[in-house]
């Protein structure tokens, strides 16, 4: 599976982005697809997942009600749409997939290069 994510930039507080991950090879092993983030100077964050079958999503808690999940199964991509947000969001945002499904929310088979997102006060 190779994961292709596009879509960070740069944005004030308060404003939206939405990325894309754009899934390619084996998608049919993509059980779960995720995304996660990194801020300089810190340890890699969970974001929010999805079960491409179930469409059930998680969602870590500081991002909850602000961003959502979602995918496209005829396009094999999977997006994330960002609200409200604020200068801790600002990371390296990566997306992630899992032929299973995994009681850890941060444990995946397959990354993509990151995108990055900066958000300006």
């Known amino acids: 599976v190779q994961l292709q994510a596009s879509g960070g930039g740069l944005v004030q507080v308060g404003g939206s982005l939405r990325l894309s991950c754009v899934a390619s090879g084996h998608t049919f092993a993509s059980a779960i697809m995720g995304w996660l983030r990194q801020a300089p100077g810190k340890e890699r964050e969970f974001v929010a997942r999805?079960?491409?079958?179930?469409?059930?999503?998680d969602y870590g808690d500081s991002v909850k009600g602000r961003f959502t999940i979602s995918r496209d199964v005829t396009k094999n991509t999977v997006y994330l749409q960002m609200n409200e947000l604020k200068p801790e969001d600002t990371a390296v945002y990566y997306c992630a997939a899992s032929s299973r499904y995994r009681s850890s929310l941060t444990t995946y088979d397959y990354w993509g290069q990151g995108t990055e997102v900066t958000v300006s006060s």
């Open positions: 999805i079960n491409w079958n179930s469409m059930s999503t």
